[in-house]
Each structure stands twice: as structure tokens, then as C-alpha cells.
């Protein structure tokens, strides 16, 4: 896949997901845009010292002014990646209306600000792609029980890529997602410590998934929600 001179946005990209994403992208010949959060996760990423990353504080993903200016600062985009979100395990009697709207806002509000943006702007350059990061539970909520507010959210990101998957394909811009179970990360192997890793996807191989659908190789592919478990 030749991303060569083409600008793309990765949100989350300082994550692990994100970290797999970037390094694919810059073995690709991406120029590669990373909004971040917090200095200490700048700091910790391990592309930032490459020419063709640009790392931007943005803060919050569901600010939508923040959101609109970011983007407006991109020439030329050519694909928007939405890996940045959230997780709550939490049965519902401990998901209160606040922790419900965390999971929106991190989760659906932020991915749906990005897609508007990106939207604009590949309307101005002529086309691009977006990639979104559902969850398996999305695809089968049964799998989400204690964790219902997420699970609701990440549904929210799928009909989200489904529905405006159809509304812009004329205008040349493909809108697909991936649904991960859970994947191979330090942090996931800590917190489930007598997992069958070997079962669970690595940031790798989703990665690979993500680029194929953002790239120009991708030209037919639209509104697709597509399912990256593994054998898990």
C-alpha cells in the first residue's frame, strides 16, 4: 500500500493501537498528523522524533470548535483514523448518567466530530477515507453485559460509519470501521493475566486491517463494519 506524501490524521495514535497505526503509515510513506492529549503521552511516543509526524495538543475530541480548527490546519487530507476513545467496565448499577456520557463523548461524540471534519475537508481535496474504531461488542452486544455503557457508545461509532458510509460515497470519500475484541496489549495482559493470549488479535494485525481500508488501494470497500477477533 503507497500512502507516499498523503496526510493523515490518526486520533488515539499515541496508544498502542495507535503506535501499530503510525509505524505501519510511516513504513508506507505517510505524513502522519497526532493530536494528543496529555504531555506525558507525547512524550512516551516513540514516532515523535520522525520528520513526517506532527504532533499537536488538542485535548478534548469532542470539542467541536477544537476539533474544526484542527483539521482546517491540514492541507490536503487524505485519510481520518479514529482510534481515541474510552472504556468503562462497570455492571449497570455502577453506570451513572455521568459515566454513560463519558462514553459517549469519548467515544461517539469525538469519532462523529472527526468524520464532520474530515468530511469538509476531503470534500475541498476531493475525496479521502475514514477508519473507525468500533468493538466487538458493537457487533454483539450479548458480549457487552457490565459493560453496557461502552457497549452502547461503540454501537454508536458502528451505525455511525454505516450511515454516513452511504451518505458520502458519492463524493468519493469510503467510511468503513473495525471491531477488535480485545487485543494483545501490556495493558490487557495485566488485567487479564490468566487470558489465552496467543487467541487475541495483536495491534499489528489490526493495524494492517485499518491501513488496507484507508489506503487508495481500498476502492470499493464502503460502510463495512468489519470484525478483527482473531480466533478469540
Not at 507516499?4 to 501499530?20: E, P, Q, S
Not at 493530536?35 to 495538543?57: I, K, M, T, W
Not at 452502547?152 to 475484541?181: C, F, H, M, R
Amino acid at each position: 500500500m503507497d500512502f507516499r506524501d498523503r496526510h493523515v490524521v490518526i486520533t488515539g495514535g499515541t496508544g498502542a493501537l495507535g503506535v501499530a497505526v503510525v509505524g505501519a503509515l510511516l513504513e508506507a510513506g505517510a505524513v502522519c498528523h497526532v493530536p494528543y492529549r496529555s504531555e506525558d503521552e507525547a512524550a512516551r511516543f516513540p514516532h515523535r522524533g520522525n520528520g513526517q509526524v506532527s504532533l499537536a495538543a488538542l485535548g478534548d475530541l469532542a470539542d467541536e470548535a477544537a476539533v474544526n480548527k484542527y483539521y482546517d490546519g491540514i492541507a490536503k487530507l487524505w485519510a481520518s483514523i479514529h482510534i481515541a476513545g474510552g472504556f468503562a467496565f462497570a455492571p449497570i448499577g455502577d453506570s451513572d448518567k455521568s459515566l454513560l456520557m463519558g462514553q459517549i463523548e469519548s467515544n461517539l461524540v469525538s469519532a462523529y466530530l472527526c468524520c464532520r471534519a474530515a468530511v469538509a475537508a476531503f470534500r475541498r481535496a476531493g475525496g479521502g477515507r475514514i477508519v473507525n474504531v468500533a468493538a466487538r461488542p458493537a457487533l454483539e452486544p450479548r458480549n457487552g453485559a457490565s459493560m453496557t455503557a461502552y457497549t452502547a457508545a461503540k454501537a454508536g461509532v458502528a451505525a455511525l460509519t454505516q450511515a454516513l458510509g452511504e451518505e458520502v460515497a458519492k463524493d468519493g470519500i469510503l467510511v468503513n470501521a473495525v471491531a477488535p475484541s480485545i487485543m494483545d496489549t501490556p495493558a490487557n495482559r495485566r488485567s487479564m493475566p490468566k487470558a489465552d493470549y496467543a487467541a487475541w488479535p495483536k495491534v499489528e494485525e489490526v493495524a494492517a486491517t485499518i491501513l488496507f481500508l484507508a489506503s487508495p488501494e481500498n476502492a470499493v470497500t464502503r460502510s463495512a463494519v468489519v470484525p478483527v477477533y482473531g480466533t478469540s
